[in-house]
């Protein structure tokens, strides 16, 4: 079964740097590409980056790229998105989630719960 | 700047048939957007219904149905039920590794 637990969320200032974590178990996770998707309060889901399963490539959405960075290490399971410059509208409960499985890869496979983080002075 | 487009809410009548829409603001959605559907409820992750257009996500009623009508990405529930009422976000690959959600509609079963 599928586990996904997202991390490291909370309180941050603005303009200050936050690390997300999200630790992968139940599937074969050197084998996925992954995805951080948020979601704002009372707002809907908002895709944010990609890492391809091998992490040779990475790609985000205008609105982080340049301030957010995802990585992974695929020896201990985890996923990881590094946020720096925060602005208050980065506000939101961040998901990582497995993209579907070949060749339906195209798609967000499995939630988690998320983790909230709050840029707020 | 390319926008999903979704109608922003929706009702429908327990049993009743509904088809929520997901389109773009200059363009046709065609199968190589493979649109994915997810549904979402208050306080919850969201649960995958459908994607590649037309393929049901494991565990997923037969009463949801996706589909291309017109010139856009279509999900049909079918037979609504009470605890259907939820969001649905639809999301399409642009390609370029990018990809962009819609803005979501939020259905009411009454």
């Known amino acids: 079964q599928v586990h996904l637990v997202e991390s490291g969320g909370g309180v941050v200032q603005p303009g200050r740097s936050l690390r997300l974590s999200c630790g992968a178990s139940?599937?074969?996770?050197?084998?996925?590409?992954m995805h951080w998707v948020r979601q704002a309060p009372g707002k809907g889901l908002e895709w944010v980056a990609i890492i391809w399963y091998d992490g040779s490539k990475k790609y985000y959405a205008d609105s982080v790229k340049g301030r957010f960075t995802i990585s992974r290490d695929n020896s201990k399971n985890t996923l990881s998105l590094q946020m720096n410059s925060l602005r208050a509208e980065d506000t939101a409960v961040y998901y990582c989630v497995p993209t579907g499985h070949a060749p339906d890869w195209y798609y967000f496979d499995n939630w988690g719960q998320g983790t909230l983080v709050t840029v707020s002075s | 700047q390319t926008v999903v487009t979704q109608e922003p809410s929706f009702s429908v009548s327990p049993g009743g048939t509904v088809t929520l829409t997901c389109g773009l603001s200059s363009g046709s959605v065609s199968t190589k957007y493979y649109p994915s559907w997810y549904q979402q409820t208050p306080g919850q992750a969201p649960r995958t219904l459908i994607y590649s257009t037309t393929t049901r996500s494991s565990g997923v009623p037969d009463r949801f149905s996706g589909s291309i009508v017109g010139n856009k990405a279509a999900l049909t529930i079918t037979g609504a039920q009470a605890d259907d009422e939820s969001d649905y976000y639809c999301?399409?690959?642009?390609?370029?590794?990018?990809?962009?959600f819609g803005g979501g509609t939020k259905l009411t079963v009454l």
């Open positions: 139940g599937f074969p996770f050197r084998n996925y590409g």
């Open positions: 999301v399409l690959y642009m390609g370029s590794g990018i990809w962009v």
